[in-house]
Structure formats: structure tokens, C-alpha cells
T-cell receptor, first 112, second 116 residues
Framework: ELKVEQNPLFLSMQEGKNYTIYCNYS?????LYWYRQDPGKSLESLFV?????AVKQEGRLMASLDTKARLSTLHITAAVHDLSATYFC????????????FGTGTRLKVLA | DSGVTQTPKHLITATGQRVTLRCSPR?????VYWYQQSLDQGLQFLIQ???????AKGNILERFSAQQFPDLHSELNLSSLELGDSALYFC???????????????FGPGTRLTVL
């Protein structure tokens, strides 16, 4: 069964600090997605990672994928208040019965 | 504004009823995806359509059905509603949504369904 776990579930950090959100998944997957959701708002696609060692960066966010460890990280550099949101990872598997499973989300609060 | 529209924004109905949620994708996008977000179940992928045909199916209940029309808008039909169906329903669109692709999905604002 495909399971996706994120940690931490909650993260409160000071502006200017660095931190990493982790996303572990239980079986081989095809793609790893990261999304952002602001409170009361819809989802926003951040990154799609395909291959082992893939790294993508957008502003203060950098996502990486280690398919051997079944682990993706979302690294936040020099956090700012505007990054406060809930971040979700998701994975999908296209072989056999299609599966697309989200993690539980990490609620990030950046304190000024 | 993502360019994806959903109607209605809010829907309140009673158990046992049937509702239809509508999604219009961004201009030029061929794929539409439906998601459900609830406190109990978290985020769940329901179903994807590509150019009118079902492409991938997730945790969609048998009481739910969807279709994508020739003009590419999509409808999600929810029937025999239960209290547990109360949730936010998002749709998203992307250019292709082909397996192995890396299309960015653009999300609509969602429809909040409350079943009383």
C-alpha cells in the first residue's frame, strides 16, 4: 500500500532561519509533487520531481528527490513571513492500478 | 487568478441529495483533475479526464461520477450524499497530464460542500 508521510506536521520558525520539510513514501513512485496552500485558499503547484537526484528551486524553496531512499525534501532558506502556508507532498504510481496519494501536510508559520 | 473557474463556491444540501459541481479549465488545457479535501480524509485525488476521456481514477466513490464535455469543462456529480461528503472540492487543469509528464496543475478556488 502506498503511504506518504510528512514531517514535521507543524513548524514554527523565525524569519531568516533555514529549515527542511521531509516527505517519505513507501513504494516506488513515478513522480513527486510539492504543493502550497495558504489558509482558506486553494492549492498552488510548486514542483514536480521525476528522477533520482532531481533538484528544483524557486526563490527560497528548493526541492530534492532521492528515489532510493524514497525521500523528498523541501528546504526553506532564510524564511520570510510570506512563506507561511501548509505544504503538501504527493506521489503517484502509474504502473498497475493508478495511485496518487498526498501527505498529511506541514503547516509552516514564519514568525517575524 | 489561476484561470480555472469553479461553480458554485458554496453549496449546502441535505443527506440523500444529489449535486453537480462544475469546473472550467484554463484556456488551452486539456486535462481536468478533481480533488477532495476534508478534515477527516485530508487531500484525496478523485479522478482525471484528458480531452473528454477518463485518464486516471483515484479514491472516487461509486456514488460520485464525473465527465468532461467537448468544450473541456468538467462536472463532478455527487449523489446519495452523506454527512462525510462535506468537504472542499477542487478541480485543476493542465496542458496535457500525460503519464510521465511534468505538467504544472493550476487549481480552481474550490467548491465548499456542506451536507446537513
Amino acid at each position: 500500500e502506498l503511504k506518504v508521510e510528512q514531517n514535521p506536521l507543524f513548524l514554527s520558525m523565525q524569519e531568516g532561519k533555514n529549515y527542511t520539510i521531509y516527505c517519505n513514501y513507501s513504494t516506488t513512485s513515478d513522480r513527486l509533487y510539492w504543493y502550497r496552500q495558504d489558509p482558506g485558499k486553494s492549492l498552488e503547484s510548486l514542483f514536480v520531481l521525476l528522477s533520482n537526484g532531481a533538484v528544483k528551486q524557486e526563490g527560497r524553496l528548493m526541492a530534492s528527490l532521492d528515489t532510493k531512499a524514497r525521500l523528498s525534501t523541501l528546504h526553506i532558506t532564510a524564511a520570510v513571513h510570506d512563506l507561511s502556508a501548509t505544504y503538501f507532498c504527493a506521489v503517484d504510481v502509474t504502473s498497475g492500478t493508478y495511485k496518487y496519494i498526498f501527505g498529511t501536510g506541514t503547516r509552516l508559520k514564519v514568525l517575524a | 487568478d489561476s484561470g480555472v473557474t469553479q461553480t458554485p463556491k458554496h453549496l449546502i444540501t441535505a443527506t440523500g441529495q444529489r449535486v453537480t459541481l462544475r469546473c472550467s479549465p484554463r484556456s488551452g488545457d486539456l486535462s481536468v483533475y478533481w480533488y477532495q479535501q476534508s478534515l477527516d480524509q485530508g487531500l484525496q485525488f478523485l479522478i482525471q479526464y484528458y480531452n473528454g476521456e477518463e485518464r486516471a481514477k483515484g479514491n472516487i466513490l461509486e456514488r460520485f461520477s464525473a465527465q468532461q464535455f467537448p468544450d473541456l469543462h468538467s462536472e463532478l456529480n455527487l449523489s446519495s450524499l452523506e454527512l462525510g461528503d462535506s468537504a472542499l472540492y477542487f478541480c485543476a487543469s493542465s496542458v496535457t497530464g500525460l503519464a510521465g509528464g511534468t505538467d504544472t496543475q493550476y487549481f480552481g478556488p474550490g467548491t465548499r460542500l456542506t451536507v446537513l
